[in-house]
């Protein structure tokens, strides 16, 4: 194994823990967001919910776009071998996230893709922007 190599499954974990914390932080921002519009009803002056409401939405933006940039390098719109390394990457994180959920969810959605990948394939490809074209036949190892 070369070192281009091994930075490259190096960036691969990165980019899976970048994600997972990101749907950790997505999920939280949607917890917050709907306490905030439970008190819609219970308080007079509206104002401070609709400023706070507006920044929490803002910031659920930004995360979901964040996220998405990162879903399109690892899975998206890349190859069926491509996505059997994210998940060997992903397998070698299992001591570090053991059981949580995220970790397990991104798991169980990229076996999907690769159980079910002709069904995604035609769609992938008529949805994929061009500049992620050439990520088809990058390689992780």
Not at 11 to 39: N, Q, T
Not at 77 to 89: A, D, G, N, T
Request: glycine share 6%; charged share 40%; with cysteine.
């Amino acid at each position: 194994m070369t070192g281009w190599e091994t930075m490259k499954r190096k960036e691969v974990k990165e980019l899976v823990r970048g994600y997972l914390a990101l749907r950790v932080k997505i999920d939280k921002l949607h917890g917050e967001l709907g306490e905030v519009r439970d008190r819609f009803g219970k308080v007079v002056d509206l104002t401070p919910l609709k400023r706070r409401e507006g920044r929490l939405l803002d910031e659920l933006r930004d995360l979901r776009r964040h996220s998405e940039s990162i879903a399109e390098r690892l899975f998206a719109y890349r190859s069926r071998e491509f996505v059997r390394s994210v998940i060997s990457c992903l397998l070698d994180l299992g001591p570090e996230y053991g059981r949580d959920e995220y970790y397990h969810n991104l798991l169980t959605s990229l076996v999907s893709i690769v159980i079910h990948f002709e069904e995604y394939e035609e769609e992938r490809k008529r949805y994929a922007p061009p500049e992620l074209f050439d990520l088809q036949d990058e390689k992780v190892d």
